[in-house]
């Protein structure tokens, strides 16, 4: 996948999706469907720094999208030059920079200053088709990033039909403290970035892909009260993973909360309430 910035061209024919795209959810999944079978490169745009935290962050969308088929990603800065580009100057330059044989964008696609833009205007200043599809709905509400944040807010980890490609926290293993290998739950940690929209601080069972494998594991987002240690970190078990991940990238999974985050009396029964946990994670797996 080449990543490109807004004001990068790109010379060949191809197929153009316009959206914020904070990810993939099933309702952009329509979109890239349609867009393949164009048979024409996907050029597909995001926009990143806008106020508020991120459901994903650059680097995790580039995982995504370079999953999903994308071959060139075009990333736009938010910023208030972005924001008080009038809705025709920023088509105009969309359509100078690439070579669009067809364009796709959801009907509800909004762009430029004040969001004046609409398909209707792209489809005025286009050289090529443009679709705008429907959205996707679930339950009768319209499946879109703030309906996904909520969920995420709340705890509600029931994402498999909204996010095709999963809710993953992205980061590079570091040293902490080793005190869980004291007690036979020796874990990875990673420091979430503060522009990271996580769920609320508990336990939550999930997966672990890593460079030596995907494993099941135990997560604890938050302090941990037990030990007296207030900074907010992730750390995983990874159940039946032995060696060493310092320095790697993985990708943590959360995808059902267990509980919230207790002080225990002692490291004796925190090891048995991870022994249960253990135990609720095998039997989802």
Request: charge should be neutral.
């Amino acid at each position: 996948m080449l990543i490109r910035s807004f004001g990068e061209p790109f010379g060949s024919p191809c197929a153009l999706v316009l959206g914020g795209f904070d990810g993939l959810h099933a309702g952009h999944m329509s979109l890239l469907a349609e867009a393949k079978n164009t048979g024409l490169p996907i050029v597909l745009t995001t926009m990143y720094g806008g106020k508020g935290r991120e459901l994903f962050l650059r680097e995790e969308r580039r995982e995504i999208f370079s999953r999903a088929g994308i071959d060139v990603l075009i990333e736009i800065e938010f910023n208030e030059a972005c924001k008080n580009t009038p809705a025709e100057r920023f088509a105009g330059a969309l359509f100078s920079e690439f070579d669009a044989k067809a364009v796709f964008c959801g009907e509800d696609f909004r762009f430029g200053k004040d969001a004046c833009g609409t398909p209707e205007l792209l489809r005025r200043l286009a050289p090529c088709p443009v679709a705008a599809l429907p959205v996707k709905t679930i339950g009768g509400e319209k499946i879109s990033a703030s309906m996904i944040k909520q969920m995420l807010a709340r705890g509600d980890m029931a994402l498999s039909e909204l996010l095709p490609f999963g809710y993953f926290v992205q980061g590079v293993v570091e040293h902490g403290r080793e005190v869980g290998r004291t007690y036979g739950f020796p874990t990875l940690n990673l420091t979430p970035p503060p522009e990271k929209l996580l769920p609320p601080d508990g336990v939550y069972g999930g997966m672990c892909a890593t460079p030596q494998g995907d494993y099941s594991c135990i997560v604890n987002l938050g302090a941990r009260p037990t030990f007296g240690v207030e900074e907010r970190k992730i750390e995983a078990y990874l159940d039946g993973f032995s060696g060493n991940l310092y320095g790697e990238t993985v990708r943590v999974y959360p995808t059902e909360r267990f509980r919230g985050v207790e002080k225990f009396p002692s490291q004796e029964a925190l090891r048995g309430q991870l022994e249960r946990d253990i135990q609720r994670l095998r039997k989802q797996t």
